[in-house]
């Protein structure tokens, strides 16, 4: 693999693969990802998949890369769950977003509650992500609860996220709302966040613990957005492979952070690096 600065560096000992932009585009399967992650798998080479899609349950997560072809039991990290391990066991949230934020709490022992119950008996802190059922009522809760006093905790700023219709406002459209209405500036809790790193690093430090191998990976993040997916890799201390597949087109290039190597998709890139 070459390094941004032209030199010549090991393979990957594991990868981290963001979902949108790169396995697919909304509905629609980006072709060769499959493949070339059945590639990673059949080499033993630890694969995550990490996705600021804080909205979908990560079970929806698996079944929709099983249809795509791809085995993913186990291996799908969330922004919701980034933003469940800030939280500890026994506190209270309301949740401006989807079931997949419910699922990450309640699987860290928080009791998410309804807008009534935050904007009148308060709350220890409001989880805000994308939101398909996003009302004035319940966007209003949100900012009284943090105005009197509740943690504000972001999944993500991504301001827009691809899908087969073109790009549509993302969770960070939503948290830039509530920020105006509070003038309170959020926890964020995904990529390109430390939350999120360290939720990810701790994952990838145990399989390769778990199957013998050295303790400090040469990890590998491929993502289609270098403001989300480079400085990410960054914060984890990964190479940046970028992907023209997603957000950024061959007519951004260059971008900073400079990627370690650029490709049209994951396939190809797959096949430059190994």
Do not use: C
Not at 91 to 119: H, I, K, N, Q, W
Not at 129 to 143: E, I, M, P, Q
Not at 187 to 207: C, F, M, N, T, W
């Amino acid at each position: 693999m070459l390094a941004a600065d032209g030199a010549d560096v090991e393979p990957p000992s594991a990868w981290i693969l963001d979902l949108d932009g790169v396995v697919w585009t909304g509905a629609d399967p980006i072709a060769g990802s499959a493949e070339a992650i059945d590639r990673l798998q059949a080499e033993g080479l630890p694969t995550l998949f990490v996705t600021n899609n804080s909205f979908s349950r990560i079970s929806e997560l698996e079944d929709k890369l099983a249809r795509f072809g791809v085995r993913a039991d186990g291996m799908v990290v969330s922004s919701a769950a980034a933003a469940a391990s800030l939280l500890e066991a026994d506190t209270r949230a309301f949740v401006l977003g989807g079931p997949g934020v419910m699922d990450a709490l309640d699987d860290r022992g928080v009791e998410s509650v309804g807008a009534a119950e935050a904007e009148h008996d308060g709350v220890d802190a409001v989880v805000v992500g994308l939101d398909w059922g996003l009302s004035y009522g319940r966007l209003s809760a949100a900012v009284l609860a943090i105005r009197a006093g509740a943690r504000f905790i972001a999944t993500n700023t991504d301001a827009m996220y691809p899908s087969e219709r073109g790009f549509l406002p993302g969770g960070g459209a939503i948290v830039a709302a509530v920020r105006t209405a509070t003038d309170v500036v959020p926890e964020v809790a995904g990529k390109p966040h430390a939350p999120q790193a360290r939720l990810v690093r701790s994952i990838v430090d145990a399989q390769m613990d778990s199957s013998g191998g050295r303790s400090e990976p040469r990890l590998l993040m491929v993502g289609d957005r270098p403001d989300t997916d480079g400085q990410f890799a960054g914060a984890m201390g990964a190479h940046f492979g970028l992907v023209l597949s997603g957000v950024t087109q061959a007519t951004d290039l260059p971008v900073d952070p400079r990627p370690a190597v650029v490709a049209t998709n994951l396939k190809e890139l797959v096949d430059k690096v190994l």
